[in-house]
């Protein structure tokens, strides 16, 4: 009891020492009295002399692909003809999972892709004719021009950095750090090409690879998504390990898929094991390998 006294006696001393009334203290605590902070000057922007940027600070880089005079009026062409909602849905990127053909047609959607656990009916072990099967689904909806539309293709993303791994039976490579310890640019052109073929194979058109980070904290978790720490190795690797297969120049309904390579196309080596016995239409037995047979002229 005398120590519930006690601190009672404390408690109440305490709060007497705060009960002064302190016009200067209420008024700092009052907002409506303190006065805003003098606005800093607001400083000059740098320019050059005669007001105008100047073109030798900012570097140049020669496009990929040579500029196609008849594409070029081809393009202006279509951009002509959109309307806005047209123009406004192909700047946009749907999920697979969150988007159906009807959509696409509707919103004239440009482009779709298949994110973390995306797969065709949500089934992340489905087989390759059902990847097959929603992406011609996709381009057929995106290609109707029954609503007075231009009918631009639309165009499926998928991360294939290390092969075509979203696949069930795909051949799947080192992650890009491992990759970037061979320092191999010839091997990296053969893979390359054997994943751009199980993509084409299902359907799909762009992979979002290779990655060129040049990690330098290895303390960033996607680290290993990096080919090396050292630019030299990323540089030599890059242009290699974009390349893809080929594909028809026509790219309509007709001719596209029917263009998609055929599982007699390709042979495994027999050091390989077999893909499971899902293999469609279009679903080729493509690998690399260091196998003897194996050579530059394209996967096993």
């Avoid at 009052?30 to 922007?45: C, K, L, Q, S, V």
């Avoid at 040049?214 to 890059?238: C, F, H, L």
Wanted: charged share 20%.
């Amino acid at each position: 009891m005398i120590k519930k006294i006690n601190l009672m006696l404390l408690l109440a001393v305490l709060a007497a020492c705060d009960s002064g009334h302190d016009p200067a203290r209420d008024a700092a605590r009052d907002p409506a009295t303190t006065a805003a902070p003098a606005a800093a000057p607001a400083e000059t922007p740098v320019s050059a002399p005669d007001g105008t940027l100047d073109a030798a600070n900012w570097p140049t880089q020669d496009p990929v692909m040579a500029r196609d005079a008849e594409m070029e009026q081809r393009i202006a062409d279509l951009i002509s003809r959109m309307t806005l909602e047209e123009k406004v849905g192909q700047v946009i990127q749907a999920d697979i999972n969150a988007v159906t053909p009807d959509e696409v047609r509707d919103y004239n959607l440009g482009s779709i892709l298949n994110g973390g656990g995306s797969a065709p009916g949500g089934d992340n072990r489905t087989t390759p004719d059902k990847w097959l099967e929603l992406a011609d689904a996709f381009w057929d909806a995106s290609t109707d021009t029954s609503d007075g539309g231009v009918g631009i293709p639309a165009i499926w993303g998928t991360d294939a950095v290390h092969g075509h791994s979203n696949i069930l039976g795909a051949t799947l490579f080192p992650h890009n750090i491992g990759l970037g310890m061979a320092n191999d640019p010839e091997l990296l052109r053969r893979i390359g090409r054997a994943t751009a073929l199980e993509i084409l194979a299902t359907g799909l058109d762009w992979t979002f690879a290779p990655t060129v980070a040049v990690a330098r904290n290895d303390r960033w978790g996607r680290t290993y998504e990096s080919y090396s720490e050292d630019p030299r190795i990323v540089a030599a690797y890059a242009p290699i390990s974009s390349a893809t297969a080929a594909r028809p120049t026509a790219m309509t309904r007709a001719t596209w898929p029917a263009a998609r390579p055929s599982c007699a196309t390709f042979t495994r080596p027999a050091t390989h094991r077999p893909l499971p016995p899902a293999c469609s239409r279009s679903w080729p037995r493509s690998t690399v390998s260091t196998d003897a047979r194996c050579t530059a002229a394209g996967p096993c």
